[in-house]
């Protein structure tokens, strides 16, 4: 009724964004970084494992993510980092005494949450952390994911990538702008993929 009565007098009404445009907010705000706690589900193997663990995005003055998380694998604690710089994934398991280094065109920095293909604005979400812009989208891999973007400053909020078979990963943003720099791992703690 309100947006009716202003509409007839003139007033333009704000028009909804589009899901690129939200999905670009966090690249084209001030942020410099983001630190955020990563919970969910993955299948590996045919065994689904629970994970818990934190990580960051570094979005100025270059791209670049870091998480690692821990997951109980047969009763024992398995701690997984990875860390994604200048196109190479490093990634460090119990399985490897060293980094392993690998060349991708996707990996854990704030140019995945851009989204791919399939981009679809959901409306306004009242969260927690302030009022937001709600969008979906698939990844490079085909992963679909909901982000969550506030709308006051374009800070990302939430990520949530669905995996197939229904598995999720969950990243909840808590804190910006605290100096975070994210490097590559020394080069003697390094072995190629």
């Given at each position: 009724?309100?947006?009716?009565?202003?509409a007839?007098?003139?007033?333009?009404?704000?028009a909804?964004?589009?899901a690129k445009?939200?999905?670009a907010?966090?690249?084209?705000?001030?942020l410099k970084?983001?630190?955020?706690t990563?919970?969910?589900k993955?299948?590996?193997?045919?065994t689904?494992v629970?994970?818990?663990?934190?990580?960051?995005?570094a979005?100025?003055?270059?791209?670049a993510g870091?998480?690692?998380?821990t997951t109980n694998?047969g009763?024992?604690?398995?701690?997984?980092q990875?860390?994604?710089v200048d196109?190479?994934n490093?990634?460090?398991?119990?399985?490897?005494?060293?980094?392993?280094?690998?060349?991708?065109?996707?990996?854990i920095d704030?140019?995945?949450?851009a989204?791919?293909?399939?981009?679809?604005y959901i409306g306004e979400?009242?969260?927690p952390?302030?009022?937001?812009?709600?969008?979906?989208a698939k990844?490079?891999?085909?992963?679909?994911?909901?982000?969550?973007?506030?709308e006051?400053?374009?800070?990302p909020?939430k990520y949530v990538?669905?995996?197939?078979g229904g598995q999720?990963i969950?990243?909840t943003?808590?804190?910006?702008?605290?100096g975070?720099?994210?490097?590559?791992?020394p080069?003697?703690?390094?072995?190629?993929?």
């Amino acid at each position: 009724m309100v947006a009716a009565i202003v509409a007839g007098c003139g007033v333009p009404t704000p028009a909804a964004p589009t899901a690129k445009d939200v999905l670009a907010k966090p690249q084209q705000s001030d942020l410099k970084d983001a630190h955020f706690t990563v919970t969910g589900k993955i299948t590996d193997n045919g065994t689904t494992v629970e994970l818990v663990g934190d990580g960051a995005l570094a979005y100025k003055p270059k791209l670049a993510g870091r998480f690692k998380f821990t997951t109980n694998v047969g009763g024992q604690a398995v701690t997984i980092q990875e860390i994604s710089v200048d196109g190479t994934n490093y990634g460090l398991t119990p399985a490897s005494p060293k980094w392993v280094a690998t060349q991708s065109t996707s990996g854990i920095d704030p140019s995945a949450f851009a989204g791919a293909s399939e981009q679809k604005y959901i409306g306004e979400e009242n969260l927690p952390q302030g009022k937001a812009w709600h969008a979906t989208a698939k990844d490079k891999d085909g992963n679909t994911f909901d982000a969550y973007v506030r709308e006051k400053d374009g800070y990302p909020i939430k990520y949530v990538e669905t995996q197939t078979g229904g598995q999720n990963i969950t990243l909840t943003f808590d804190k910006y702008n605290t100096g975070e720099t994210i490097t590559a791992p020394p080069a003697d703690q390094t072995q190629q993929g």
